[in-house]
Structures are given as structure tokens and as C-alpha cells.
T-cell receptor
Framework: GEDVEQSLFLSVREGDSSVINCTYT??????LYWYKQEPGAGLQLLTY?????DMKQDQRLTVLLNKKDKHLSLRIADTQTGDSAIYFC??????????FGPGTRLSVLP | NAGVTQTPKFQVLKTGQSMTLQCAQD?????MYWYRQDPGMGLRLIYY???????DKGEVPNGYNVSRLNKREFSLRLESAAPSQTSVYFC?????????????FGNGTRLTVT
């Protein structure tokens, strides 16, 4: 089955860019998602990318997909303290269940 | 439009006690899911229901049962709680089993088994 890996922690200064990385083993995932989890809350969908795309931009968020290397990244521009949370990447293919990474805890320092 | 609603928010059980976690969604979604979240392990699927009237085991079903009561409601039951079931439980729903249907999550139930 699919395995999804992420680094567990990332610290950045307020105003800098954050880049959260994810690698996955199964190239058949047709959609790849980024979710955000704030303390005490559920997972909130941030953005997603179809596997035939290389990049998707949505305001401060940029998703890059390198299918050859099975690497997905989420860049947050001008990171704010409100961006402090755990970020999960997940893959999904029709007829199969979602597979989540372990999550990256982003800490934004003032 | 409340989305996915889970009750209770917190629960403490003694080993061997039973309880049912409730989940309801108001988005008319076909599929519903139960996950557990443990530190450093991401989310692991316990059970899911692709449509009303069907349920299937996920990655970690042992010690749990589910009921898809109707299209809106999907409950998770622990018959005899064990300390290993201390976790945060999330219910989720999605529209249909197609690629572009993201999961929508509830806010979770934090369960401690002593």
C-alpha cells in the first residue's frame, strides 16, 4: 500500500516563507491534498492538486508536485502566527482510501 | 450548515467500559469514515461506510464496531475499552468515492481509557 512521509517539525520566523515537504510511494494517487489542523480542532482542507498538474497557487499557498520524484510540497508565503498548526499531506485514488502522512508541526516564531 | 458534528468532545473511560461515539453530517455525503489520531502516526482508518447500508474495515478495526444508522449518521462503538484505545477519534465524510472528493472532518472526540 501507499506510504506517505513528512518531516515532523518545522520552525520559521514570522514573515518568512515556510516549505513543508511530503514524499509518497504510490504514484497512482490521482489527487494529493494538504490539510491543516489547529490545536483542539479537526482537519481543515487547505488545497489539493490533481496528479497531472505541476503547480497550483492559491493566495499565499503554492503546491508543487514532482511526480518523477514522488515529492509534494506546500509553500506558505509571509508566514503568520496564525499559520502555526500541524499540516498533513494525503493521497487518494478512486476506489481506495485516503492515506495520510504523520503530519508536520509548524511553529511560527515572532 | 454545521458540516460534521461529533459527540462527545471528551470522554474518560475505565478499562472494560463501553461507549458509543456519535457522528452526523448535514452535507448529504454518501461516504463516512472513522479515524484515530495518535502522536507521530498520522491518521489511521478504523472503519468506513461507502454508502448507506454498507460498512467495511479499515486499517485498525480490532476492538471497534460501527453502525451506519442512516445517510447522515455513523457511530463508532467500543465494547470493552482498553488503554491502547486512548486516542483522538475523528469522523469524516465525503461526497462520493471519486478522486476529487476531499474528506470533511469533525472536531474530534478525545478519549482517555484508564
Amino acid at each position: 500500500g501507499e506510504d506517505v512521509e513528512q518531516s515532523l517539525f518545522l520552525s520559521v520566523r514570522e514573515g518568512d516563507s515556510s516549505v513543508i515537504n511530503c514524499t509518497y510511494t504510490d504514484s497512482s494517487s490521482t489527487y494529493l491534498y494538504w490539510y491543516k489542523q489547529e490545536p483542539g480542532a479537526g482537519l481543515q482542507l487547505l488545497t489539493y492538486i490533481f496528479s497531472n498538474m505541476d503547480m497550483k497557487q492559491d493566495q499565499r499557498l503554492t503546491v508543487l508536485l514532482n511526480k518523477k520524484d514522488k515529492h509534494l510540497s506546500l509553500r506558505i508565503a509571509d508566514t503568520q502566527t496564525g499559520d502555526s498548526a500541524i499540516y498533513f499531506c494525503a493521497g487518494h485514488n478512486y476506489g481506495q482510501n485516503f492515506v495520510f502522512g504523520p503530519g508536520t508541526r509548524l511553529s511560527v516564531l515572532p | 450548515n454545521a458540516g460534521v458534528t461529533q459527540t462527545p468532545k471528551f470522554q474518560v473511560l475505565k478499562t472494560g467500559q463501553s461507549m458509543t461515539l456519535q457522528c452526523a453530517q448535514d452535507m448529504n455525503h454518501n461516504s463516512m469514515y472513522w479515524y484515530r489520531q495518535d502522536p507521530g502516526m498520522g491518521l489511521r482508518l478504523i472503519y468506513y461506510s461507502a454508502s448507506e447500508g454498507t460498512t467495511d474495515k479499515g486499517e485498525v478495526p480490532n476492538g471497534y464496531n460501527v453502525s451506519r444508522l442512516n445517510k447522515r449518521e455513523f457511530s463508532l462503538r467500543l465494547e470493552s475499552a482498553a488503554p491502547s484505545q486512548t486516542s483522538v477519534y475523528f469522523c469524516a465524510s465525503s461526497e462520493v468515492e471519486t478522486n476529487d472528493s476531499p474528506l470533511h472532518f469533525g472536531n474530534g472526540t478525545r478519549l482517555t481509557v484508564t
